[in-house]
């Protein structure tokens, strides 16, 4: 019988950790805290008493992507079938949270555990070196649990933010990457990105990037860019208190604005709907969106990502940041769908519900050409 786990399991999925895995076993720890504060199920198969597996999938906020983190079945057991069951009841629990895709890692050299996820309808999509703890590779697999017939997605390049304060030019390095697969993403460009576009606008530390800058950025490397913000105030200046601050971020955007005038970047002050960010993803162009991390279980703060694609339901992002304590990987912020009207609230930032977004094309793409080609698409539908 496959059942959701409870805490008074919790002896016996450690002895089961302890016989399934040699290295990266979950702690007694870990296991308490996935039963009982974690943001994720755990299923067993139990019959007379025993456990003969266990399957705990984690899920993120404010997504519908699900991580199937750990699978295991007792010695003496394996293939009896328990594996594809805890598989599809882990599937069940991602389906009932409204996930459409799930994904999971498999070592390199598990051939029975390979062979069970590409029966079952996984891709393999990465390969990942020196990922256990004893340096085996390991293989990334995917599943689309909804069927998106319309969804076209975008190859993004996936580059992690080294700083808490980056994502914003970790955000445009993937746009650039995707657009010019020439150019090199290391933290030398990340930091260098993030001079030139940062804001001062917390109350201590340093400043992460606006629009302006971000922009001013893209055009210096050649690459075509507009940019769209729903109000004319001075960028997220509400969130500061110090006037002295205040005034350098407002001299500081006054600058950028007199060098976006200058060289004839399109500036609108206008939001930009979910179906025109489709049409621009259509025509070519990679949007970069500010959105608050709240409501993908980060701090209250403006925070940069990158659409990779759309359809009817969803808006796919590249997150930059990796949150390691909840123990995801790069492969929990790469393409993660989060439903529309979700990304819709999440598109916003402040009481005042500031918005921004830089649409970026390639070098030598003429934005008017792109705007003629989204008009035209505007005009079919």
Known sequence: MIRTAQLCDLDRLVGLEQRCFETDRLSRRNLRHMLTRANASTVVDEENGRLRGYGLVLFMRGTAQARLYSIAVDQGLR?????????????????????????????????????????????????????YEDHMTALRLERTLVPQPDLTLIRVPYYRQTLDF???????????????????????????????????FMTSGHGGCGPHGLALS???????????????????????????????????????????????IPLEYRSVGFEELKLRLGAGSIPVVLISSARLGGSRSPHWVVITGCDDRFVWIHDPFVDEKEGRTDADATNLPIARADFERMARYGRGGQQAVLVVSAPGQSTLLARNQVSAASARS
Request: with cysteine; aromatic share 6%; hydrophobic share 40%.
């Open 166 to 200: 980056t994502c914003g030019s970790a955000a445009l390095m993937m746009a650039m990457k995707a657009l010019d697969p020439s150019l090199t993403l290391d933290r030398r460009l990340e930091l260098r990105i993030w001079q030139e576009a940062t804001t001062v």
């Open 79 to 131: 293939g009896a079938g328990v594996g594809r069951g805890l598989l599809a009841a882990c599937e069940k629990e991602a389906l009932d949270r409204g996930c459409v895709c799930i994904r999971s890692e498999v070592r390199e050299d598990n051939t029975a555990s390979l062979n069970m996820f590409l029966k079952a309808g996984y891709r393999q999509f990465r390969v990942v070196p020196d990922y």
């Open 218 to 264: 893209a055009h210096a490397r050649g690459f075509e860019v507009e940019i769209f913000v729903k109000s004319q105030d001075v960028f997220l200046v509400r969130s500061v208190r110090d006037p002295s601050k205040r005034e350098v971020m407002r001299l500081l955007e006054e600058d950028r604005l007199d060098q976006i005038s200058r060289i004839g």
